[in-house]
Each structure stands twice: as C-alpha cells, then as structure tokens.
C-alpha cells in the first residue's frame, strides 16, 4: 500500500502564492510518476502537473509559467510551488502516484491518490 498525505492548502488573495506539499510513504519502490490534479466545484477532476523519477515535467496550459512542481526523491515529497494565482485556479488540489516512466494525464492512469487540499484564490 501506499500512502499519499497532502498539506499547504489554504486562502489567498488572486496574485499571491502557496506552495502545497505531498508526502509519500509505503511501498515506493514502484513509484515512478507523481502527479497534481485539481477539482473546482462542478467541474470534472484536471490534470495540472506530473514529475517523473529523473525529474521530467509536464504541466497544463493553464498554469505554465505560474506553477512549478518539484520533487525530493531523497525525503519522498513532492512539491508544487504555485504563483500569480487566480480566482480560476479555486479547487480541491490531489497528489497522485503512478508506477510508470511516463507522465500521464488521465487521471484513471495512477494509482494511488491522497485525500486532497483546498486552495480558495479571492478576488
């Protein structure tokens, strides 16, 4: 099993910045690709970033140039910096794990999943 635990949710005003945190534990030997996915309300789960072991990235249109997603395979975290936010970018923020080499964006692609963190941007 694996465990996904994120944190650094919270409320900011548009423009400003929060940088969310997942912590992995469990059998991680399989893990390759971490991912971020958001949910707004109403709205289907998206795909926002994946990193995978060697560090290659993938972000969504949306929030390139404003998001940065690193990962520190040493301490088994991934970190997802976010900046210039919007009121847009309001959602429940989930980790994601995948046991592949691959960056993928469908979200029925990975395998485990944390509980999820909210990010409210006011305008």
């Known amino acids: 099993q694996v465990q996904l635990v994120e944190s650094g949710g919270g409320l900011v005003q548009a423009g400003g910045s929060l940088r969310l945190t997942c912590a992995a534990s469990?059998?991680?030997?399989?893990?390759?690709?971490m991912g971020w996915f958001r949910q707004a309300p109403g709205k289907e789960r998206e795909f926002v970033t994946g990193v995978g072991w060697s560090g290659n990235i993938n972000y969504a249109d949306s929030v390139k140039g404003r998001f940065t997603v690193s990962r520190d395979n040493t301490k088994n975290t991934v970190y997802l910096q976010m900046n210039s936010l919007k009121p847009e970018d309001t959602a429940v923020y989930y980790c994601?794990?995948?046991?592949?080499?691959?960056?993928?964006?469908?979200?029925?692609?990975?395998?485990?999943w944390g509980q999820g963190t909210q990010v409210t941007v006011s305008s």
């Open positions: 469990g059998r991680l030997f399989s893990l390759i690709v």
């Open positions: 994601a794990a995948r046991r592949s080499v691959t960056i993928s964006t469908e979200e029925g692609q990975y395998n485990y």
